[in-house]
T-cell receptor, first 116, second 114 residues
Framework: DTGVSQDPRHKITKRGQNVTFRCDPI?????LYWYRQTLGQGPEFLTY????????KSRLLSDRFSAERPKGSFSTLEIQRTEQGDSAMYLC??????????????FGPGTRLTVL | GENVEQHPSTLSVQEGDSAVIKCTYS??????FPWYKQELGKRPQLIID?????GEKKDQRIAVTLNKTAKHFSLHITETQPEDSAVYFC?????????????FGQGTELSVKP
C-alpha cells in the first residue's frame, strides 16, 4: 500500500497518560498535515510540516500537544497528560510540493483515541 | 477568523434524484476548494476539486460550481445511487497559506434510498 499510513489505528488510554501517534506520508510528499476529527464534525487543522519544518500550528494545539517530523519523512504527534476532551480521530494527510502539482491532500486512515 | 459553513447537515434523496450541497467561505483569499467523501469508519477521499480561476468543473455524475463574488461553492450529484450514501465535506484553502491548511465545513450526511 503506497498511501498514507498511521499507527496505531486505535488507542485507548486513561486520563493523564501520554500517547504518541505515527504517520507515514506518501513517499516524496514534502507536506504533512495533522487534523483532528470529532464525531459529526469536519476535520480541524492542528499543524503542518514542510519537510522537517513545522510551519503552522493551530490554536487548538495546546502545550500538551507536540508534533515532530525529524527527517522530513514520518511524523509523530504526542499528547501529554491526556484529557477526556482529547478523544477524537487524529488524521494525517500529505501532499506533494511541485510546481503545478495538485493541491490534493491524501488522508491516512486515522488513529482513533479514546481517553477513559 | 477563517470559516466554512456547509448546508444542509443531512440530505435524503431517492435513488436517481439529484443532490446539492452548498458551502460558503469567509477568506476571500481562498483559491482551492476540494470536496471529500467519507464513508463510516473510513478516511476522507477527494471526489472533486476546483480552483478559483474556474467557475465550474464536472466529472461524470459529479459537478462543482464556484461563485467567487458571493464566496460560495456547491456540489451537485446527479442520478444518485445507494453507494453515494456517505458524509460529504467541503473545504477551502487560502492563498496566503499556499500548501497549508484546509478549513472544512461541518459535513453533510447524504442518504440515497433505493
Amino acid at each position: 500500500d503506497t498511501g498514507v499510513s498511521q499507527d496505531p489505528r486505535h488507542k485507548i488510554t486513561k486520563r493523564g497518560q501520554n500517547v504518541t501517534f505515527r504517520c507515514d506520508p506518501i513517499s516524496e510528499h514534502n507536506r504533512l498535515y495533522w487534523y483532528r476529527q470529532t464525531l459529526g464534525q469536519g476535520p480541524e487543522f492542528l499543524t503542518y510540516f514542510q519537510n522537517e519544518a513545522q510551519l503552522e500550528k493551530s490554536r487548538l494545539l495546546s502545550d500538551r500537544f507536540s508534533a515532530e517530523r525529524p527527517k522530513g519523512s514520518f511524523s509523530t504527534l504526542e499528547i501529554q497528560r491526556t484529557e477526556q476532551g482529547d478523544s477524537a480521530m487524529y488524521l494525517c494527510a500529505s501532499s506533494p510540493e511541485l510546481a503545478g502539482a495538485t493541491d490534493e491532500q491524501f488522508f491516512g486512515p486515522g488513529t482513533r483515541l479514546t481517553v477513559l | 477568523g477563517e470559516n466554512v459553513e456547509q448546508h444542509p447537515s443531512t440530505l435524503s434523496v431517492q435513488e436517481g434524484d439529484s443532490a446539492v450541497i452548498k458551502c460558503t467561505y469567509s477568506d476571500s483569499a481562498s483559491n482551492y476548494f476540494p470536496w471529500y467523501k467519507q464513508e463510516l469508519g473510513k478516511r476522507p477521499q477527494l471526489i472533486i476539486d476546483i480552483r478559483s480561476n474556474v467557475g465550474e468543473k464536472k466529472d461524470q455524475r459529479i459537478a462543482v460550481t464556484l461563485n467567487k463574488t458571493a464566496k460560495h461553492f456547491s456540489l451537485h450529484i446527479t442520478e444518485t445511487q445507494p453507494e453515494d450514501s456517505a458524509v460529504y465535506f467541503c473545504a477551502a484553502k487560502g492563498f496566503i497559506h499556499q500548501g497549508g491548511k484546509l478549513i472544512f465545513g461541518q459535513g453533510t450526511e447524504l442518504s440515497v434510498k433505493p
